[in-house]
């Protein structure tokens, strides 16, 4: 199998992805409504419905299954990426299922079932570990990032950049820093174990973006610090 990532000029209009297949490579598309061109036999894109055990609310989600030997191409919206992730049999990871775009033939899928409390931030009940030999396709809204954890000393991720983790390690939600910087940041993973984490870097960008083109830091400071001087302060 191979994949030809395009981008847009300017990146503006997203990014079109397309699978080459040869003869005996099946994929199975997540997000079979993202597939906007189709060459090679009709019987070579078979669609079903898949049941996975107490996921998204329990409801079934669209599968497509593609056969080589064809080729197609799947557009991505502005703002999203997708990226390859070889998986080997040793590999442990569990995965965020909303950023997971195909996985090859070859490759499983197990539900793990959250705590309450991690339940409560993903607001979703399960990961999915992806085992096997082969490859998955993720979705990102950024840079995709890798960092080895540690079994003491930890790593504090962005609780909505996290995209996989290993089964083993430990997770508590937490902040971080001292008193001022956890009450102005996101909640945080803070992470301890053995393998990697990946996570992307790009939800950030807006608002990183919205205070480059404001007006003065002397405003945004005033805004902070003056009752109601968000109200006022314009």
């Known amino acids: 199998m191979k994949i030809r990532l395009e981008e847009a000029p300017g990146g503006g209009a997203g990014q079109a992805v397309t699978f080459s297949l040869q003869e005996g490579d099946l994929i199975h598309v997540l997000h079979p409504d993202q597939i906007v061109a189709f060459r090679g036999p009709s019987t070579g894109r078979n669609d079903r419905f898949m049941n996975i055990k107490g996921m998204y609310r329990k409801k079934k989600l669209l599968r497509a299954d593609l056969s080589g030997p064809s080729q197609f191409t799947a557009a991505l919206p502005a703002g999203f ?3 390859e992730i070889p998986l080997k049999e040793e590999d442990d990871m569990l995965y965020d299922f909303r950023h997971v775009f195909f996985y090859t033939q070859g490759v499983s899928m197990q539900t793990r079932f959250l705590k309450v409390k991690n339940m ?3 607001r979703d009940a399960v990961k999915m570990k992806f085992s096997g030999s082969g490859s998955i396709g993720i979705l990102t809204q950024g840079t995709v990032c890798q960092a080895k954890l540690h079994p003491t000393e930890p790593l ?3 609780a909505g950049s996290i995209i996989a983790y290993p089964e083993n390690a430990s997770l ?3 902040v971080y820093g001292n008193h001022l910087a956890s009450q102005h940041m996101n909640y945080h993973w803070k992470l301890t174990g053995h393998g990697y984490v990946l996570f992307q ?6 608002r990183l973006t919205e205070e480059m083109n404001d007006e003065s830091i002397v405003r945004r400071f005033l805004r902070e610090v003056i009752p109601f001087g968000g109200v006022f302060i314009k």
Do not use: E, I, K, P
């Not at 870097?201 to 807006?206: D, Y």
């Open 120 to 122: 409560l931030v993903t």
């Open 201 to 206: 870097a790009g939800r950030q960008n807006r």
């Open 172 to 174: 508590d939600l937490t």
């Open 156 to 158: 504090y991720v962005d």
């Open 81 to 83: 990426s997708m990226r």
